[in-house]
């Protein structure tokens, strides 16, 4: 089982970025939830937006709510994080993760697998 997480890169304040995340050798399906999180140096890795993909029920944490929308192709087996409205503090790596359904979905052992990490750079 693979995660690849791609689309990061550098924009300015006030911009967007979209994060895919296509699995190999597992279905998201099979899977039941699939997250995004973040992590900055020195930092414990945050919950960022999860789906519980069966039923495209989506959780977002208060710091993106508004701004970031997960979403799941079913068809390519991939996970989108689009990021609008992107200040500096998002700045920092995001990872995909996907691990069973169920409470603590917020919580990253919550998750079996993850992807490599991609850079997102917001400047001022």
């Known amino acids: 089982v693979q995660l690849q997480a791609s689309g990061g890169g550098l924009v300015q304040s006030g911009g967007s970025l979209r994060l895919s995340c296509a699995a190999s050798g597992r279905a998201f399906v099979r899977y039941g939830m699939v997250g995004w999180f973040r992590q900055a140096p020195g930092k414990e890795r945050e919950f960022v937006a999860a789906i519980r993909w069966s039923v495209s029920v989506t959780t977002y944490a208060d710091s993106v709510k508004g701004r970031f929308t997960i979403s799941g192709d079913n068809a390519n087996n991939t996970v989108y994080l689009q990021m609008n409205s992107l200040k500096p503090e998002d700045t920092t790596v995001y990872y995909c993760?996907?691990?069973?359904?169920?409470?603590?979905?917020?919580?990253?052992?919550?998750?079996?697998?993850w992807g490599q990490g991609t850079q997102v750079t917001v400047s001022s």
């Open positions: 993760a996907a691990g069973p359904p169920g409470y603590g979905f917020t919580y990253m052992d919550r998750y079996d697998d």
